[in-house]
């Protein structure tokens, strides 16, 4: 789209007049008097034309209660999207209200946008009930008359979740005339289409790529996004092609997709290719969280949290306030990471219940890490009644996701349940390894755990351990590992 310039004010500079002299008879010479230059002066700017309270021009609102169907297309859309106007951002109360009714006036006078307008807010229930039928009716009218935004909302209508069965096939055709056209957020659409596929027509991953980057150039940043996406993954390629992904990354920030900005920052933070900036990496996960993107808001957390990384500075009281903003089931690992805070006192007051609250939240949430933790705080008895049983399933929940010291705990707790401490395990050790001896796997990984790590005054004794793994192995998975990582140890101290 072009932007068409600001008129540039020229400003008439007085040039300097060499008057020719002009002789007269019988007088002496003398050069004829100069008329001062006037510099007129400046206009005063014309008074902005009235607006309603919204900031719509009240002259399109006159318009269209004169009949005047484009006028009420163009308030609809004033109403409706408010970034559209100078200077407003975000919708304010009651404007998409009015703005509906401006919509069906528009619509009812027969213009397509007005109609694509109302049938988008129908889509998706914004001011008005969210109706599939009325949308459908709605967007396929506008789409008739080459409204083109029409035909993109009608083609996702038909991608799923808008309460009509799924039709990749009829979205495929719709949106490809759009984007054939020149529609680029038909394109990004469409693009998602061809690389889902359908009965018949299998995934087209190169065509996705092509119509992402089709859609990118026409400034659509979720076109870019899904291409940086692509080239991320190594899609088309054996290998992944970093600055390929970044350059569209960097697009699609500047267009304003906070996902990009985030993704980018991402690469900054941990130095792929970029190299480590840590400042420019907040910048960019600040710009996602000011979006809206939870996930920002956590990922600037962390940089403020020494417990969580690498910092661009040590702010724990704003780290929890970030992970506070973005816990919940989006972004679990902030449930956890602010019940780390709450649990040690750090940046929060410390209040171990609420850290029980926040890990449970986490693991709800599918966090493994808050599993994990949770657990932890019923078998420590801290800001919870000690509790093994409900220990357990945190544990193995855990453990059964791949997170190691979910497998470790639950293993530990044979221990636990025998009395062990940190500070007197002995007792508890051979209770444990009297219930691996009568072929109690998950008690044999506990007892190697032990005396691997010589907890509770227990005697480090890796032989014994690597034989315990080993017996461990038959029943618990995660115990295999152990064993050949514990052998390989033993054999290079041997050297």
């Not at 506008?142 to 039709?167: E, I």
């Not at 910048?283 to 996602?288: K, N, T």
């Amino acid at each position: 789209m072009t932007v068409p310039r600001p008129l540039l004010a020229v400003l008439l500079a007085a040039t300097a007049c060499t008057s020719s002299r002009l002789t007269v008879s019988g007088e002496g010479r003398s050069p004829l008097p100069q008329a001062p230059h006037v510099v007129p002066a400046a206009l005063p700017p014309e008074p902005p034309p009235p607006t309603d309270l919204a900031g719509v021009p009240v002259a399109l609102l006159q318009g269209c209660d004169g009949g005047d169907a484009e006028a009420c297309t163009e308030a609809c859309r004033l109403y409706v999207n408010p970034s559209n106007r100078p200077g407003t951002s975000g919708l304010q109360r009651g404007t998409v209200d009015k703005g509906i009714g401006f919509c069906r006036k528009g619509c009812d006078a027969g213009a397509p946008a007005a109609c694509g307008m109302l049938g988008f807010l129908h889509l998706y229930g914004l001011a008005v009930p969210q109706s599939s039928d009325k949308a459908r009716s709605l967007l396929e009218d506008a789409c008739g008359r080459g409204f083109l935004p029409a035909c993109d909302n009608l083609g996702v209508l038909y991608m799923g979740d808008h309460g009509v069965p799924k039709d990749n096939k009829k979205a495929y055709d719709i949106l490809s005339r759009a984007c054939g056209k020149g529609d680029g957020h038909a394109c990004a659409n469409l693009a998602s289409v061809v690389g889902e596929g359908w009965p018949g027509s299998p995934p087209d991953t190169p065509r996705s790529l092509q119509l992402s980057l089709t859609a990118c150039e026409h400034d659509v940043a979720l076109g870019c996004l899904n291409a940086a996406s692509a080239y991320a993954a190594g899609t088309l390629a054996a290998a992944r092609d970093v600055p390929g992904a970044l350059t569209f990354y960097r697009r699609g920030c500047v267009l304003g997709n906070a996902k990009a900005c985030l993704s980018l920052g991402t690469y900054y933070q941990q130095g792929i290719e970029l190299g480590v900036d840590l400042e420019r990496a907040a910048q960019l996960y600040a710009q996602s969280c000011d979006e809206g993107l939870l996930l920002g808001c956590y990922n600037l957390g962390t940089l403020l949290d020494p417990r969580a990384g690498r910092v661009l500075r040590t702010d724990q009281a704003r780290a929890a306030e970030l992970y506070a903003a973005s816990c919940g089931a989006e972004v679990p690992q902030a449930c956890a990471n602010l019940g780390v805070l709450h649990e040690n006192g750090l940046g929060v007051p410390l209040d171990l219940p609420r850290a029980v609250t926040l890990f449970a939240e986490a693991c709800a949430g599918g966090n493994l890490i808050g599993c994990v933790n949770e657990g932890n705080m019923y078998v420590r008895g801290a800001g919870a009644a000690r509790d093994y049983d409900r220990a357990e399933p945190l544990f193995r929940r855990a453990c059964d996701g791949g997170e190691v010291n979910g497998c470790r705990n639950l293993a530990r707790l044979d221990f636990s349940r025998a009395g062990g401490t940190p500070q007197d395990g002995a007792a508890a050790l051979r209770a444990v390894e009297t219930a691996c001896a009568g072929g109690k796997a998950w008690s044999c990984y506990g007892a190697a755990l032990t005396v691997e790590g010589g907890v509770g005054g227990v005697k480090v004794d890796r032989a014994r351990a690597l034989e315990l793994y080993v017996k461990a192995c038959k029943g618990v998975p995660r115990a295999c590992p152990e064993a050949t990582r514990l052998e390989k140890k033993i054999e290079k101290k041997k050297k």
